[in-house]
Nanobody
Framework: QVQLVESGGGWVQPGESLRLSCSVS?????????VVWYRQTPGNQREFVAK???????DSKASDLGRFTVSENNAEKTAYLAMNNLQPADTGVYYC?????????????WGSGIQVTVSS
C-alpha cells in the first residue's frame, strides 16, 4: 500500500519561499503518474493549487497561479511543490495527491496535509 509523508511546511514572512515535499513509501514504487497539490485555507473548501501530468522523467509545470511549481523525482520517490513570493492568503493546509505506478498497477494516495503559515 502506497503511503505519503509531507514535509517542508512552517511559518514564513510575506515574499519568502517554501518547498513542500511529498515522499512515497511502500507499494513497490516505479514512477509517478501524476502529482496534484491542493490546499485548504481558513474558512474555505479544499482547492486545486498545481499539478504535473504523467511523465517518465522529472517534469516541472508552472501552476495556474504562476508562483507555484510542481516537480517530481522518481529516483527519490518524492514530489515537490515550490512556492515563491508567498502571501498571507496562501496560509493553509497543503495536501499532495499522487498516482504512482507500482507492481500492483496504478495506485492513488493522499497525504495527511501540512501547515503553511505566512505572516509578518
Amino acid at each position: 500500500q502506497v503511503q505519503l509523508v509531507e514535509s517542508g511546511g512552517g511559518w514564513v514572512q510575506p515574499g519568502e519561499s517554501l518547498r513542500l515535499s511529498c515522499s512515497v513509501s511502500g507499494g513497490s514504487f516505479f514512477n509517478f503518474v501524476s502529482v496534484v497539490w491542493y490546499r485548504q485555507t481558513p474558512g474555505n473548501q479544499r482547492e486545486f493549487v498545481a499539478k504535473t501530468p504523467a511523465s517518465s522523467a522529472a517534469d516541472s509545470k508552472a501552476s495556474d497561479l504562476g508562483r507555484f511549481t510542481v516537480s517530481e523525482n522518481n529516483a527519490e520517490k518524492t514530489a515537490y511543490l515550490a512556492m515563491n513570493n508567498l502571501q498571507p492568503a496562501d496560509t493553509g493546509v497543503y495536501y499532495c495527491n499522487v498516482q504512482v505506478l507500482t507492481l500492483r498497477g496504478v495506485q492513488s494516495a493522499w497525504g495527511s496535509g501540512i501547515q503553511v503559515t505566512v505572516s509578518s
